[in-house]
Nanobody, 119 residues
Framework: QVQLVESGGGLVQAGGSLRLSCAVSGRIFGSFDMGWFRQAPGKEREFVATISWSGLSRSVADSVKGRFTVSRVNAANTVYLQMNSLKPEDTAVYHC????????????WGQGTQVTVSS
């Protein structure tokens, strides 16, 4: 069974930083493409960032471009989301997700970690 566990969320003032972590177990981590998504209350889940299995291909949503960075350390079975210059509109539950390299969509999801940015 593939398990994804996020951590690192919390309450931060606007302009501050947080680093989210997602630990993966149950499969060979290096075989997964990884993603970060977020969902605010009453809103649909939205894409934040992705990183390929190799770490060589990365993408971020326009809303966080220049502020968020996604990375991974395969030896630690962990993917990170470094969030800088946080804004109140970044407040959401952040989920990590995983998929096999050959898969079209993300299949495995973590439970989420709350990020709250105060103004």
């Amino acid at each position: 069974q593939v398990q994804l566990v996020e951590s690192g969320g919390g309450l931060v003032q606007a302009g501050g930083s947080l680093r989210l972590s997602c630990a993966v177990s149950g499969r060979i981590f290096g075989s997964f493409d990884m993603g970060w998504f977020r969902q605010a209350p009453g809103k649909e889940r939205e894409f934040v960032a992705t990183i390929s299995w190799s770490g060589l291909s990365r993408s971020v949503a326009d809303s966080v471009k220049g502020r968020f960075t996604v990375s991974r350390v395969n030896a630690a079975n962990t993917v990170y989301l470094q969030m800088n210059s946080l804004k109140p509109e970044d407040t959401a539950v952040y989920h990590c997700a995983a998929k096999d390299r050959a898969a079209a969509e993300f299949r495995y999801w973590g439970q989420g970690t709350q990020v709250t940015v105060s103004s």
